[in-house]
C-alpha cells in the first residue's frame, strides 16, 4: 500500500513526532503541504493530513492546501495534536475529514493527542502538557496507523 502524510508541524514538533510514528507502520513518506507532489498523492492508496490546533482550527496552512487538491479518490485520514482537549460534539478533525470527503476521499478516521502548548497565557507557566506527546500518545499513534493498514475499522 502506497501512503504518504502531509503534515504542519510549526511549535515543538509535537505534530510531526505523531506523523513520524504513524508513517513507520504505514511505510510512508512525510511532507509538508509545499513539498507535496499531486502527482504522488494521486497515485497513493491512503494519504493522511495533520497538524497541531491553533484557536481550535487546523493549521492554514493545511486546510488551504486541501482546499486546493483536485478532486480525488481514495482513502485519507486526518490527525491532530493540541494542548487543550476536543470538544467531543466537534472534533478539531472534523471540518478537515468534511472538506476531504467534499473533494472525493473517503474519511477513513482521525486522530487526536494532547501536546506540549506554550500558546499564551499558557506559556507564562512554562506551558501545558510539557511530557507530551508520550511514549503512549506515540503507541496509541501507531495502533490507529496499523488500523488503517489492514483496512480495519477506525473508532
Not at 3 to 24: E, F, P, W
Not at 65 to 94: D, H, I, N
Request: aromatic share 10%; net charge positive.
Amino acid at each position: 500500500m502506497k501512503s504518504v502524510i502531509v503534515c504542519v508541524s510549526v511549535s515543538h514538533g509535537n505534530t510531526r513526532r505523531i506523523a513520524d510514528a504513524m508513517a513507520h507502520v504505514l511505510g510512508a513518506k512525510v511532507v509538508s503541504p509545499e513539498a507535496a507532489e499531486p502527482t504522488e498523492l494521486a497515485a497513493a492508496d491512503l494519504v493522511g493530513f495533520g497538524s497541531g490546533v491553533f484557536y481550535g482550527r487546523l493549521h492554514p496552512r493545511l486546510t488551504n492546501f486541501v482546499k486546493g487538491l483536485p478532486a480525488g479518490r481514495g482513502r485519507a485520514f486526518v490527525f491532530a495534536t493540541s494542548g487543550l482537549s476536543e470538544f467531543p460534539p466537534v472534533p478539531f478533525t472534523r471540518p478537515l475529514i468534511r472538506l476531504l470527503e467534499g473533494r472525493g476521499f473517503a474519511a477513513d478516521g482521525s486522530f487526536s493527542c494532547r501536546a506540549f502548548d506554550t500558546w499564551m497565557p499558557f506559556r507564562l507557566v512554562g506551558g501545558l502538557h510539557k511530557q507530551r506527546p508520550s511514549a503512549g500518545d506515540l503507541a496509541a499513534a501507531r495502533a490507529f496507523a496499523e488500523r488503517l493498514r489492514r483496512g480495519g475499522p477506525m473508532a
